[in-house]
């Protein structure tokens, strides 16, 4: 559904904004998102010791126009 729907929310002070969402594919920007996210979520980077697992699919929103 991730990709078929291809929508996301973004919640800007209570407010639901509908956003594009683009799955990430390339390894160098994988990297730069995975380390973001494991930043700020523990437990994906105790999954991940051994680098990001092909399962782990990240998503960039893209700004609507």
């Known amino acids: ?7 996301a929310e973004v919640r800007i ?5 509908p956003v594009p969402r683009i799955r990430i594919e390339d390894s160098g920007m994988r990297e ?3 380390q973001a996210a494991a930043e700020k979520y523990l437990q994906i980077a105790e999954r991940a010791r051994d680098g ?10 893209e700004r609507r126009s």
């Not at 559904?1 to 929508?7: E, K, S, V, Y």
């Not at 990001?52 to 929103?61: G, K």
Request: charged fraction near 15%; charge should be negative.
């Open 1 to 7: 559904m991730a990709i078929t729907d291809g929508l």
């Open 13 to 17: 002070d209570g407010a639901l904004y």
């Open 32 to 34: 730069i998102a995975f």
């Open 52 to 61: 990001i697992p092909d399962s782990l699919w990240l998503f960039r929103a």
